[in-house]
C-alpha cells in the first residue's frame, strides 16, 4: 500500500507540469541511431563537461556488433569497464573495479528496479537489444544520478519512449545475430509509427536463446582442479570408486560449460507526444529470464534461475524559453521484479522487488558561459527474499536527493562544481532495524586550453554512501552464489576524497585521452572469504575499514594511411585499477592491467578490423582468493553495407578469441570454473529504415 500510494503521489506531482504548446511545429529529422556522430544525451548540461563528464558513447554499428546476452559483456572492451561474469546468464558492469551498488545500471537515469545489485548471480533486467545507446559515466560526473555509485554508471538509452516523430510512414530498427561459442541465437525489432503530426507509437520484441557455452581450455582453474582430484582420491581411500570417477571426470572435462544455458523474452509498448514546446511520453515493458548457475563438482547444487519484470515508464520535457531556466525535464518509473532460484528443478528461494523512481531537473540557459541543471530525485524499494535460504530479510529503502551541477567559461579556463544531498533509510521490520543515513557529496574540477586540441583537466571530490541493506542484513546460506552472506548491521557510511587528472588531444583525425585516478576511503565496505565454513558453505563476510585505490584509462586513435577508398587507422585502449586495504590486504576481485589495440580499414561500403587484447595476471589478490592468469584474446571482424551511400543496412561476421585460449576474468566469482566462450563466430545483421 505504501507503494502504491507513493506511485500516485508521483504521479499527480509530474503530470501538471506537461503543459506544452499545441501550434508548433513538430519535431522531426534523423535520430541519435543512425548517426556517426555520438552524442550524449543524458541531460543536456553533460554534453560540454570536459573535467566532471568523462563519458564514453556506444550506438549504431559499434553497439549492435557488441551486443551479448547481458550487459555487462556487451561493455567489457570499454576503457574502465570489466564484467562481473559470474555465468552466461549473469554479468553485470564493473566500473574501475567497482561493482553493486557503486556501480550503477540505469535506464535513461533511472534504476533498473531488479535485483542485480543485491548479488553478483542476479541478472540486470535491461535487454541490449533494447538499447539504442549506451553511456558510461566515470569519475565525479555521476553525482548526478546516485551517491553510491562512486565507481559510475552506466545509462541504457531504450526506444521505448520515442524522442521524435519519424518523417516516413513508419520507423524500423532490426537486429539478428547468431554465435557459435553457444549457439546463441537472437533478434529483435522495434518500429515506431507517426500518428499525425505530433503523435507517435512505438512497439518492440526481442529473444534470446543460448546453449552451454564452449570454452577454450579446461573448465576448472588449476587450483580448483587440484582440489578436485585430491576428493577423488579421498573417495578412492575410502573405497567409493564412482564418486572418485565423477571428482576425476570433472576435473578433467573440457569443452561445455554445464548448466551455462540462458534464454531471454521481451516487449515493449510506448506513446509520446512531441512537439516545439516540448513532449510527454509513456512505455510499458515485459522482460523474462531463464538461465543456468554452473555447478561445482564439489557441491552438490546445481541452481537455475527463472525472472520477470513489469515496468512502466514515464519521460516529459517542457521548453522554458529564454529566462533562467532553459528546460524541465522528469522522469519516472514503477516495476514490479521477482525471480526463483531452482535447485534441481525444485523452487527454492523467491526474491521480489517492487519499486518506483522518479527525478526532475531544471536545465539552465546559457549566461555568458555560465550553465548548470539542478534537480530533485526520489526511490522507494520495498524488497523481500522467501525460502529456507533467504540470507537477507525483507526490507525497504527509500532515498530522497537534491543536486546541482555548475559551469562556467572564461577563455581557456573553465570551471566545473557539482554538489548532491542525499537522504536514505534501510528499514527492515520483522527483525527491528531502522536506519537512517544523511550524505552529502561534492566536486570540483578546472580545465585549461593549452593549445588547439589539447586540453589538461583535474577535479576533485568528497563522496558519502549510505550502507546498502545488503551490506548491513545479508546473513544467511545462498544458494546460488556456493557462498554464506553475513553482513553487519552496525556500519557507518562510507567516505572517500577523490582526485582526477586527465591530458586530453583530439585534432586532425588523431585522438588521444589520459585519466589517471585515485581514492582514498574511510569505513570503505568489502565482501570477502573469511575461510570459515557455516552450512557447508565458505562464509563471506562485509567489512568495514580504510582503503585506497588508484589507476588509469587511455584511448587514443590515429590515421595512418589512405589507399583507395579505405582510410586505414589504428587505435588503442588501456586500463588499470588497484585496491587495497590500507596497511593490510589487496580488495578482492580487482581486474588487472588490460592493453588492446587494433587496426582498422575503412571504407563507404566495406570494414575489416583486426584487434588483440592482453590481459596481465592478477596477483594482488586477497586472502582465500586465487590469483588469475593472465590471456592474450585475438579478434577480428569484417563490416559490409550492401546499400550504396547509406549505413542502413550492415552485415558483419567476426571472429572472437580466434586461438581459443582460456580465458578467465578475475573479478568473477566463479572464475574458476566458468571460463569465458572460446572461439566465437558470430553473423550479426542490423537494418534501420
Do not use: C
Not at 558510461?136 to 519512449?161: E, K, Y
Not at 538461465?291 to 519484470?309: F, L, M, W
Amino acid at each position: 500500500m505504501r507503494l502504491l500510494s507513493t506511485a500516485g503521489f508521483t504521479l499527480a506531482l509530474l503530470l501538471p507540469t506537461a503543459a506544452f504548446a499545441q501550434d508548433a511545429a513538430p519535431q522531426t529529422g534523423d535520430d541519435d541511431y543512425h548517426t556517426d556522430q555520438p552524442i550524449v544525451v543524458t541531460a543536456p548540461y553533460v554534453r560540454s563537461l570536459d573535467i566532471l563528464g568523462n563519458v564514453s558513447v556506444m550506438e549504431g554499428e559499434k553497439l549492435a556488433q557488441d551486443i551479448r546476452g547481458q550487459i555487462g559483456d556487451t561493455l567489457a572492451s570499454q576503457p574502465g569497464v570489466s564484467s562481473s561474469s559470474f555465468s552466461p546468464g549473469a554479468s553485470r558492469p564493473i566500473l574501475r573495479g567497482f561493482s553493486g551498488e557503486r556501480a550503477a545500471v540505469l535506464i535513461d537515469g533511472l534504476g533498473a528496479i531488479d535485483a542485480s545489485s543485491t548479488s553478483a548471480d542476479h541478472a540486470v533486467t535491461i535487454d541490449p537489444l533494447t538499447a539504442e545507446r549506451i553511456e558510461i559515466l566515470r569519475g565525479p560526473s555521476v553525482l548526478l544520478f546516485s551517491s553510491q555509485a562512486v565507481g559510475g554508471a552506466v545509462n541504457v538509452f531504450d526506444r521505448r519512449i520515442p524522442r521524435s516523430v519519424p518523417e516516413s510512414p513508419f520507423h524500423l530498427d532490426a537486429l539478428a545475430s547468431y554465435g557459435t561459442a553457444a549457439d546463441d541465437k537472437s533478434a529483435g525489432a522495434s518500429i515506431d509509427v507517426p500518428l499525425g503530426e505530433r503523435f507517435v507509437v512505438h512497439a518492440d520484441g526481442n529473444y534470446r536463446d543460448s546453449n552451454n557455452v564452449r570454452v577454450g581450455g579446461l573448465i576448472y582453474a588449476p587450483e580448483l582442479r587440484a582440489h578436485l582430484l585430491d576428493l577423488a582420491a579421498d573417495a578412492t581411500a575410502d573405497g567409493d570408486a564412482d564418486e572418485a570417477a565423477r571428482l576425476t571426470g570433472a576435473a578433467n572435462s573440457s569443452g561445455k560449460v554445464p548448466n551455462s544455458q540462458s534464454r531471454s523474452t521481451s516487449a515493449g509498448v510506448g506513446a509520446a507526444f512531441i512537439d516545439d514546446g516540448g513532449s510527454l511520453g509513456i512505455s510499458f515493458g515485459y522482460l523474462e529470464d531463464s538461465y543456468g548457475i554452473p555447478p561445482r563438482a564439489d557441491i552438490d547444487e546445481v541452481p537455475t534461475i527463472k525472472a520477470r519484470q513489469y515496468r512502466f515508464d514515464l519521460r516529459g520535457e517542457v521548453e522554458l524559453g529564454d529566462g533562467l531556466f532553459e528546460k524541465l525535464r522528469f522522469r519516472g518509473a514503477y516495476a514490479d521484479y521477482a525471480h526463483t532460484e531452482f535447485d534441481d528443478g525444485a523452487p527454492g528461494t523467491r526474491f521480489t522487488n517492487r519499486g518506483i523512481e522518479f527525478r526532475t531537473e531544471l536545465a539552465q540557459n546559457d549566461r555568458g558561459g555560465w550553465r548548470g541543471a539542478s534537480g530533485v530525485q526520489y526511490s522507494f524499494r520495498d524488497f523481500a527474499a522467501i525460502g529456507d535460504e533467504a540470507f537477507l530479510p525483507a526490507n525497504e529503502t527509500t532515498r530522497m536527493a537534491a543536486f546541482t551541477l555548475q559551469e562556467l567559461e572564461r577563455g581557456p579556463v573553465t570551471l566545473e562544481g557539482a554538489l548532491r544531498f542525499e537522504k536514505s533509510q534501510v528499514s527492515a521490520n520483522s527483525i527491528g532495524f531502522d536506519r537512517s543515513f544523511n550524505s552529502f557529496s561534492g566536486a570540483a574540477g578546472a580545465s585549461y586550453q593549452i593549445a588547439d586540441g589539447l586540453k589538461a583537466s583535474f577535479s576533485v571530490s568528497r563522496s558519502e554512501r549510505a550502507p546498502s541493506a545488503e551490506e548491513l542484513l545479508s546473513d544467511g546460506p545462498h544458494a546460488a552464489t556456493l557462498t554464506y552472506e553475513r553482513g553487519d548491521p552496525t556500519f557507518d557510511k562510507e567516505t572517500s576524497w577523490g582526485g582526477e587528472a586527465s591530458l586530453k588531444f583530439n585534432r586532425d583525425g588523431w585522438s588521444a585521452g589520459l585519466t589517471g585516478y585515485a581514492s582514498w576511503f574511510d569505513n570503505f565496505i568489502y565482501e570477502t572469504d573469511t575461510g570459515l565454513v557455516e552450512d557447508d558453505l565458505p562464509v563471506f563476510e562485509f567489512r568495514q575499514n580504510k582503503a585506497r585505490t588508484w589507476g588509469f584509462e587511455f584511448e587514443g586513435t590515429a590515421p595512418i594511411v589512405q589507399v583507395g577508398g579505405f582510410h586505414i587507422g589504428a587505435d588503442a585502449v588501456a586500463d588499470m585499477t588497484r585496491a587495497r586495504i590500507t596497511d593490510g590486504p589487496f580488495v578482492p576481485r580487482i581486474p588487472p592491467l588490460r592493453i588492446r589495440g587494433g587496426l582498422e580499414a575503412s571504407s563507404e561500403r566495406l570494414d575489416a578490423r583486426a584487434e588483440v587484447e592482453w590481459t596481465d595476471d592478477q596477483t594482488r589478490i586477497a586472502p582465500f582468493e586465487t590469483a588469475t592468469k593472465g590471456f592474450t584474446l585475438v579478434n577480428a571482424s569484417l563490416t559490409w553495407r550492401p546499400l550504396p551511400e547509406t549505413k542502413n543496412l550492415s552485415l558483419t561476421l567476426a571472429a572472437d578469441n580466434i586461438f581459443d585460449v582460456d580465458a578467465r576474468r578475475h573479478a568473477s566469482f566463479t572464475k574458476d570454473y566458468v571460463p569465458l566462450a572460446g572461439r566465437d563466430i558470430r553473423i550479426t545483421a542490423r537494418a534501420s529504415f
